[in-house]
């Protein structure tokens, strides 16, 4: 079994460049089956999850090549708007293919997604909207079969702002006749990373990054070429690793606007952060002070995906920090294995309180889901002696190179396959 093992203790020192944003990938990666065309994508980053989308769009017919950061689907095939378990078990966000499968076939027979380490991952906000917009839904034998004559654009509300049913409902109306208009919509920059690829292709979209996006149909789309945004989530984990391990480093490729929630935790945590135009730097030389109060939220909110790298950079604040994880019921499985590293974290149901310790003690941990997996790698950077992190296919589903992104930057970090 695969593991990381890391003597901490080392200072992090130097330049390290962020992958493309995995987040935005995947909508993109669906969104490919639209255009019926070709489809260049770049600065994609080697994650499980990618491989799994790519496998998924072969499925249904596409040709696809992948070199290096680079993706290249031509979507002219399109053989079957089928997706099977097989497929849709390895990652719950093949949900997308649903819209862009419908809004390619006018309908689509996909597996129900699982749910995941996080929780239950619903889907009723998705279904909600697309019966709305006049897609016949049914659900049964755990497949989700959709079909339309033609999409009946109109005003959804959404009742949370969800990331992927606003992904969802922009993919399927891109070739519906009249406009449609999504209220309540999630700000996410992925989502504005969509609407800009989309538009590439000859979509008519506006409003992405903001409460309310319309789309306005069009008859036809073409060939599309795009670079994808960096990885906003993975820019805060070497900012949260560089905090708990001490050090000045400096992150390339980074959009400095997208990571202003977590930048103002660390630097409420008494670090200097400073930003140019796509590199932020960290100076880290104390020990974090600790935050009185994280809420995790909707975009601009604190992301929840930072929740597990910023927790570990608290569990050795100089007193007592307080999160509520607002937006997921399951994303604390991370704080048993930091206890266990000597950490002091109690959990009651959304909220964790850590109280700080002077410095955490290396053992073996295993991580239980992704971002889980970066928090157990970030203790272990600032634990005395060593850790030994196993679970790395969670790891592996969004971080493309961060043991070798950290091992350059002076930690005594390696990987065993
Ligand atoms: C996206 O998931 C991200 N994944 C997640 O990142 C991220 O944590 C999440 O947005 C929130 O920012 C991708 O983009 C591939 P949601 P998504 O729909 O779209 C509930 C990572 O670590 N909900 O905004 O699934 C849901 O249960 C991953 O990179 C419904 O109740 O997130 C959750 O509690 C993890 N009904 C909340 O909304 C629905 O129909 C947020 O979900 C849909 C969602």
Not at 390 to 401: A, M, T
Request: contains cysteine; neutral net charge.
């Amino acid at each position: 079994m695969s593991k990381i093992i890391i003597e901490g203790g080392q200072r992090l020192e130097g330049v390290v460049r962020v992958q493309g944003a995995k987040n935005a990938v995947l909508p993109i990666l669906a969104a490919t089956v639209i255009n019926g065309g070709k489809n260049i994508i770049r600065d994609c980053p080697r994650l499980k999850d990618v491989k799994s989308s790519i496998d998924i769009l072969k499925g249904l017919g596409c040709n696809v090549t992948w070199e290096g950061s680079t993706i290249i689907v031509d979507s002219e095939n399109i053989s079957t708007h089928h997706v099977p378990e097989s497929l849709m078990r390895e990652m719950r966000s093949s949900i997308m293919f649903l819209g862009a499968i419908v809004a390619r076939c006018r309908k689509a027979s996909i597996s129900m997604p699982g749910g995941c380490e996080l929780g239950p991952r619903p889907i009723d906000l998705h279904l909600k909207a697309f019966r709305q917009l006049g897609i016949k839904v049914d659900e049964s034998h755990g497949y989700i079969n959709c079909e339309v004559d033609d999409i009946k654009p109109d005003n959804i509300h959404l009742d949370f702002p969800s990331v992927g049913a606003t992904e969802n409902i922009m993919l399927v109306t891109v070739l519906s006749k009249g406009v449609t208009t999504i209220n309540n919509a999630a700000k996410e920059p992925e989502i504005v990373d969509l609407q800009d690829y989309l538009n590439k292709m000859g979509a008519k979209i506006s409003g992405a990054g903001t409460s309310v996006i319309t789309i306005e149909g069009v008859d036809r789309l073409h060939n599309v070429e795009h670079c994808v945004i960096p990885d906003r989530i993975v820019a805060s984990s070497f900012l949260a690793a560089t905090a708990a391990a001490g050090g000045h480093v400096t992150l390339t490729n980074v959009v400095p606007e997208h990571i202003h929630p977590v930048v103002s935790v660390l630097k409420d945590c008494g670090f200097e952060v400073s930003s140019q135009a796509d590199t932020v730097t960290i100076k880290a030389e104390s020990r974090p002070l600790p935050i009185n109060y994280i809420r995790t939220l909707p975009h601009p909110g604190f992301p929840t995906d930072a929740q597990a790298p910023i927790m570990s950079v608290l569990s050795v604040a100089d007193g007592t920090s307080i999160i509520a994880e607002n937006m997921f019921e399951n994303r604390y499985k991370h704080v048993a294995e930091l206890n266990r590293m000597g950490a002091d974290i109690k959990v009651d149901g959304r909220i964790a309180v850590v109280k700080g310790v002077k410095r955490l003690s290396g053992t073996k941990v295993a991580a239980t889901d992704l971002r889980g997996a970066a928090a157990l790698i970030i203790a272990g950077l600032n634990a005395e002696g060593t850790t030994e992190v196993s679970g790395l296919c969670h790891l592996d589903r969004g971080y493309e190179n961060f043991d070798e992104g950290l091992r350059a930057l002076g930690a005594n970090i390696k990987r065993i396959d």
